[in-house]
Structure formats: C-alpha cells, structure tokens
C-alpha cells in the first residue's frame, strides 16, 4: 500500500487545457515536494510546501499543500506540450525523515 | 558535468550472475540513496548512508547490498541477480540538515535480468 496516493495514474490533455494531479495520504507530513521525471532522466525538484495551506506558484503551475498536511495538488494552466512526464510526489513523515514517494502521474501534452 | 552520475546506464544480465551498479557524486553531499523504480509504484527506498560509516536497510533491502566507499561514491549490488529484480535503479543525494530533505538524483541504471 501507498503510503502516499496520486490520482490520476494517467493524463491525456489537449495543448491549452488546464489539469490538476492529487497526491493525498493518511499520514502527516511536515513537508511534501513535487518531482518531475523526464524519460532517461531522473526525477527533478520542482517546489517542496512547507505549511498547511500553503499555495506557491511557478510559472504555470500551481502547488497547494492541505491545511492538514494531509494532501497536495500540482495544477497546470494551459498546458504545454514541454509540461509531459511522470509527476511525482514525495514527503518524509512527520516521525521518519526518509522521504515516501507516490505512485506518480504520468502526463500527456498533445500539440 | 552532471553533479550525480550513474554507471553503467544499461545493463542487460543473466539470472545467477553478480551485478554492481555505481553512483558517484560532486555535490558534497553526506546522505546517499538507492531506489528502484517500477511501472505503477513509484520509488521505492533499497538502501541509505547517512555518511561513510553509515548504512541502513531501506524498505526493499532482500536480495541487495551496499558499500559507502568514500563520501562521493555509493555502490549496490545484486548478489545472485533474478528476474525480478528487473528495473530502473536510481540513486540520489541530500544534504544533512536540511530540513526538507531535497534529493538529487542520477540520471537511473535500467537492469534487465533474463
């Protein structure tokens, strides 16, 4: 079992289209990072949220961290085909400072 | 020059056979990283060194061991390797004290195991 769950496993999108990838668990975190993976390549930092609700935005994507530290989201706005890859994220538990990654979601941008 | 790299980045083996995946580093960082990678469930912690003379046992450890031969480099291997040992290996680094724990990460070994 996952300790953390993204959904959905899968993504297909029109270039322009808006998309959000959940990543939600049970446990608490006392921080939860979002990676990006490229075919070939490993995953990259993207943004790691700190506080409960917390809300941080790159470019055209939008990270928001749950006031419980329970849950995260990525939010892409008008998507591009350079946004496509494996969307992963990551958090250590509040009790273990190894870092327990999710499942990911792969992303798919069409021209 | 890449801060991690990973070596070889393909590897095609028998079942049976002894294989060593090599990672070194030039971000001087002190924690060091193995996981595997699989279709469907993410990255998964083998093993992990705190420093030199520290090593721990990750959450899929059977089968696999590790050598932290200096501060810079971080080896696994696969004893006897099986078919299902079959993956995308990927190491990783960090810098201790942080309190996020950001990890940096190879560009992956991808084993096949017949």
């Known amino acids: 079992t996952q300790l953390l769950e993204q959904s959905p496993q899968f993504l297909s999108i029109q270039e322009g289209e808006n998309l959000t990838v959940y990543c939600n668990s049970s446990s608490v975190f006392s921080s939860l990072q979002w990676y990006r993976q490229e075919p070939g390549e490993g995953p990259v930092l993207l943004v790691t949220?700190?506080?409960?609700?917390e809300v941080k935005k790159l470019k055209r994507l939008t990270f928001q961290f749950g006031d419980a530290r329970k849950d995260s989201s990525l939010h892409i706005t008008a998507a591009q085909p350079g946004d496509t890859g494996l969307y992963l994220c990551?958090?250590?538990?509040?009790?273990?400072?190894?870092?327990?990654f999710g499942a990911g979601t792969t992303v798919t941008v069409r021209a | 020059d890449a801060d991690v790299t990973q070596t070889p980045r393909n590897r095609i083996t028998k079942t049976g056979k002894r294989i060593m995946l090599e990672c070194s580093q030039t971000?001087?960082?002190?924690?060091m990283y193995w996981y595997r990678q699989d279709p469907g469930l993410g990255l998964r912690l083998i093993y992990y060194?705190?420093?030199?003379?520290?090593?721990n046992k990750g959450e899929i450890s059977d089968g696999y061991s590790v050598s932290r031969q200096a501060q810079a480099k971080f080896s696994l291997s696969l004893e006897s390797a099986i078919p299902n040992q079959t993956a995308l290996y990927f190491c990783?680094?960090?810098?201790?004290?942080?309190?996020?724990?950001?990890?940096?990460f190879g560009p992956g070994t991808r084993l096949t195991v017949l």
């Open positions: 990551a958090g250590p538990r509040s009790n273990d400072y190894k870092l327990s």
């Open positions: 949220v700190v506080t409960g609700g």
């Open positions: 060194s705190f420093d030199v003379k520290d090593i």
């Open positions: 971000k001087g960082h002190d924690r």
């Open positions: 990783a680094t960090s810098a201790s004290g942080s309190y996020t724990d950001t990890q940096y």
